[in-house]
């Protein structure tokens, strides 16, 4: 198992790149957002987040801190939202994952509140 260190998923994520953030997750692999239902499987978690991405103009993620236990990682960091009003938000998260066998997300979690993304 070669699972993706944090920089790399969110240099990723930051790119916003869907297809390259979909190969990131099994075929069964889960993303939870914030409080929404569990988006499943690559297809359904690129749609749900390119619908997310429509939202904004661009994000930043600052790593500070990882941990990582075996298949599970634990990160906190902050992320600076770019609106496309041209303002910035930066706003606390803690990501969770755990990856199978073959280094792919099975389940993904990210706790945040994006409220003043949106203020």
Avoid at 14 to 27: F, G, R, T
Avoid at 84 to 105: L, N, R
């Amino acid at each position: 198992m070669v699972a993706p260190t944090a920089a790399q998923v969110f240099a990723i994520v930051d790119s916003m790149d869907l297809d390259a953030l979909a190969e990131l997750y099994a075929d069964d692999g889960s993303l939870v957002f914030a409080n929404r239902p569990a988006l499943i499987g690559p297809a359904e978690i690129r749609e749900g987040v390119g619908c997310f991405y429509d939202t904004i103009a661009g994000l930043k993620h600052t790593i500070l801190a990882e941990w990582t236990f075996g298949a599970d990682t634990v990160i906190e960091l902050t992320v600076t939202y770019r609106r496309h009003d041209g303002g910035e938000v930066t706003i606390p998260v803690a990501t969770m994952w755990h990856v199978d066998h073959t280094g792919k997300f099975d389940s993904y979690r990210v706790y945040f509140d994006l409220s003043p993304v949106y203020a």
